[in-house]
Protein backbone atom coordinates (compact mmCIF):
# COMPACT_ATOMS: atom_id res chain seq x y z
CA UNK A 1 0.00 0.00 0.00
CA UNK A 2 1.25 3.48 -0.77
CA UNK A 3 0.38 6.00 1.82
CA UNK A 4 -1.10 8.85 0.09
CA UNK A 5 -0.01 12.26 -0.84
CA UNK A 6 -2.62 14.20 1.74
CA UNK A 7 -2.49 11.48 4.57
CA UNK A 8 -2.20 12.62 8.16
CA UNK A 9 0.12 10.73 10.33
CA UNK A 10 -1.66 7.87 12.24
CA UNK A 11 -0.24 4.92 13.61
CA UNK A 12 -0.02 1.83 11.54
CA UNK A 13 -2.12 -0.33 12.76
CA UNK A 14 -5.29 1.66 12.61
CA UNK A 15 -4.06 2.79 8.77
CA UNK A 16 -3.79 -0.85 7.94
CA UNK A 17 -7.32 -1.64 9.86
CA UNK A 18 -9.56 0.60 7.96
CA UNK A 19 -8.11 -0.58 4.12
CA UNK A 20 -7.85 -3.96 5.22
CA UNK A 21 -11.29 -4.81 5.87
CA UNK A 22 -10.74 -8.66 6.41
CA UNK A 23 -7.48 -8.20 9.06
CA UNK A 24 -8.25 -7.17 12.46
CA UNK A 25 -6.02 -4.78 14.43
CA UNK A 26 -5.07 -7.09 16.96
CA UNK A 27 -3.56 -9.49 13.62
CA UNK A 28 -2.29 -6.82 12.46
CA UNK A 29 -0.45 -5.42 15.31
CA UNK A 30 0.66 -9.65 15.95
CA UNK A 31 2.64 -9.58 12.36
CA UNK A 32 4.45 -5.90 13.29
CA UNK A 33 5.86 -7.27 16.56
CA UNK A 34 7.17 -10.44 14.75
CA UNK A 35 8.19 -8.43 12.34
CA UNK A 36 6.04 -8.68 8.88
CA UNK A 37 4.78 -5.17 8.67
CA UNK A 38 7.53 -3.15 6.33
CA UNK A 39 7.82 0.37 5.90
CA UNK A 40 9.87 1.73 2.98
CA UNK A 41 11.13 -2.53 3.27
CA UNK A 42 12.15 -2.17 6.66
CA UNK A 43 9.98 -3.61 9.58
CA UNK A 44 8.07 -1.55 11.93
CA UNK A 45 6.29 -1.44 15.17
CA UNK A 46 2.49 -1.03 15.29
CA UNK A 47 2.74 2.31 16.68
CA UNK A 48 4.94 3.44 13.57
CA UNK A 49 2.78 6.73 12.17
CA UNK A 50 2.15 6.31 8.75
CA UNK A 51 3.39 9.33 6.92
CA UNK A 52 2.71 10.66 2.73
CA UNK A 53 4.83 8.58 0.49
CA UNK A 54 5.30 5.81 2.66
CA UNK A 55 5.54 2.32 1.13
CA UNK A 56 3.70 -0.23 3.45
CA UNK A 57 3.85 -4.36 2.89
CA UNK A 58 2.14 -6.25 5.06
CA UNK A 59 3.03 -10.37 5.33
CA UNK A 60 -0.10 -12.04 7.07
CA UNK A 61 0.93 -16.09 7.90
CA UNK A 62 -1.94 -18.17 7.14
CA UNK A 63 -1.90 -21.89 8.80
CA UNK A 64 -1.21 -24.28 6.95
CA UNK A 65 -3.80 -27.49 6.20
CA UNK A 66 -3.06 -30.65 4.98
CA UNK A 67 -5.20 -31.11 1.91
CA UNK A 68 -4.41 -34.36 1.62
CA UNK A 69 -7.88 -36.48 0.98
CA UNK A 70 -8.37 -39.11 3.82
CA UNK A 71 -10.67 -42.22 3.43
CA UNK A 72 -12.51 -42.50 6.35
CA UNK A 73 -15.39 -44.95 6.84
CA UNK A 74 -18.88 -43.35 6.18
CA UNK A 75 -21.17 -45.46 5.28
CA UNK A 76 -22.32 -44.63 1.43
CA UNK A 77 -26.04 -45.26 -0.66
CA UNK A 78 -23.62 -46.81 -3.79
CA UNK A 79 -27.13 -46.78 -6.05
CA UNK A 80 -24.75 -48.31 -9.07
CA UNK A 81 -21.33 -49.56 -9.52
CA UNK A 82 -18.89 -51.15 -12.09
CA UNK A 83 -14.77 -51.06 -12.43
CA UNK A 84 -15.26 -47.23 -14.06
CA UNK A 85 -17.66 -45.33 -12.37
CA UNK A 86 -20.10 -45.60 -9.21
CA UNK A 87 -23.47 -43.49 -8.88
CA UNK A 88 -23.92 -42.43 -5.38
CA UNK A 89 -26.82 -40.81 -3.22
CA UNK A 90 -25.50 -37.78 -1.40
CA UNK A 91 -28.01 -36.91 1.50
CA UNK A 92 -28.67 -33.26 2.47
CA UNK A 93 -26.56 -31.85 5.35
CA UNK A 94 -23.41 -33.82 3.67
CA UNK A 95 -20.49 -31.61 2.77
CA UNK A 96 -19.23 -33.09 -0.77
CA UNK A 97 -15.72 -31.48 -0.74
CA UNK A 98 -13.25 -31.11 2.78
CA UNK A 99 -12.79 -27.08 3.10
CA UNK A 100 -12.61 -24.46 5.61
CA UNK A 101 -14.41 -25.86 8.50
CA UNK A 102 -15.18 -29.78 7.23
CA UNK A 103 -11.85 -31.15 6.54
CA UNK A 104 -13.51 -34.89 7.92
CA UNK A 105 -17.01 -36.56 7.02
CA UNK A 106 -17.54 -35.59 4.13
CA UNK A 107 -18.21 -37.30 0.69
CA UNK A 108 -15.24 -37.35 -0.93
CA UNK A 109 -13.98 -38.58 2.15
CA UNK A 110 -16.63 -41.95 2.23
CA UNK A 111 -15.56 -41.86 -1.58
CA UNK A 112 -11.90 -42.42 -0.39
CA UNK A 113 -12.88 -45.23 1.61
CA UNK A 114 -15.10 -47.14 -0.98
CA UNK A 115 -12.58 -48.55 -3.70
CA UNK A 116 -9.90 -48.30 -1.12
CA UNK A 117 -8.15 -51.78 -1.86
CA UNK A 118 -8.57 -50.57 -5.56
CA UNK A 119 -4.74 -49.94 -6.35
CA UNK A 120 -5.47 -47.38 -9.67
CA UNK A 121 -8.20 -45.44 -7.77
CA UNK A 122 -6.59 -42.19 -5.43
CA UNK A 123 -8.65 -39.97 -4.25
CA UNK A 124 -5.89 -37.65 -3.87
CA UNK A 125 -5.40 -37.54 -7.76
CA UNK A 126 -7.42 -35.02 -10.16
CA UNK A 127 -7.98 -37.65 -12.95
CA UNK A 128 -10.16 -39.47 -10.84
CA UNK A 129 -13.40 -39.16 -8.43
CA UNK A 130 -16.51 -36.37 -8.34
CA UNK A 131 -17.63 -35.56 -11.97
CA UNK A 132 -19.89 -32.84 -10.79
CA UNK A 133 -21.10 -31.56 -7.37
CA UNK A 134 -23.90 -30.81 -5.91
CA UNK A 135 -24.56 -28.38 -2.43
CA UNK A 136 -24.55 -29.14 0.83
CA UNK A 137 -27.92 -29.37 1.65
CA UNK A 138 -28.92 -30.73 -1.68
CA UNK A 139 -29.20 -34.53 -1.47
CA UNK A 140 -29.36 -36.49 -4.99
CA UNK A 141 -26.54 -38.35 -7.33
CA UNK A 142 -23.18 -37.77 -7.83
CA UNK A 143 -21.35 -39.68 -10.77
CA UNK A 144 -17.88 -40.79 -9.13
CA UNK A 145 -15.26 -41.34 -11.61
CA UNK A 146 -12.67 -44.59 -10.79
CA UNK A 147 -10.21 -44.13 -13.58
CA UNK A 148 -8.89 -41.11 -15.51
CA UNK A 149 -10.62 -42.27 -19.04
CA UNK A 150 -13.96 -42.12 -17.24
CA UNK A 151 -13.46 -38.94 -15.86
CA UNK A 152 -12.57 -37.91 -19.13
CA UNK A 153 -15.49 -38.81 -20.89
CA UNK A 154 -17.91 -38.11 -17.97
CA UNK A 155 -16.53 -34.70 -17.72
CA UNK A 156 -17.14 -33.87 -21.64
CA UNK A 157 -20.69 -34.96 -21.23
CA UNK A 158 -21.78 -32.81 -18.21
CA UNK A 159 -19.86 -29.93 -19.99
CA UNK A 160 -21.64 -30.14 -23.23
CA UNK A 161 -24.55 -31.19 -21.36
CA UNK A 162 -25.35 -34.05 -22.73
CA UNK A 163 -26.68 -35.33 -19.45
CA UNK A 164 -29.88 -35.05 -17.77
CA UNK A 165 -30.39 -33.14 -14.39
CA UNK A 166 -33.63 -33.51 -12.28
CA UNK A 167 -34.42 -31.96 -9.68
CA UNK A 168 -37.76 -32.47 -7.27
Same mark, same amino acid.
Given at each position: ????????????? $??? #??? *??????? $????????????? /??????????? $??????? *?????????? #?????????????????????????????????????? #??? /????????????????????????????????? *???????????? *?????? /?? #?????? /?
Amino acid at each position: IVVDKGQVPVRID $RFM #TER *LQHSSRN $RIQKAADAGFVHV /NERPVKSNYKV $RPGDVIT *LMLDRPHHDT #TIEAEDIPLDVVYEDDALMVVNKPAGMVVHPGAGNFHG #TLI /NAVAWHPRNMPSFDANDPEVGLVHRIDKDTSGL *LVVAKTPEAKRK *LGLQFF /NK #TTHRSY /N
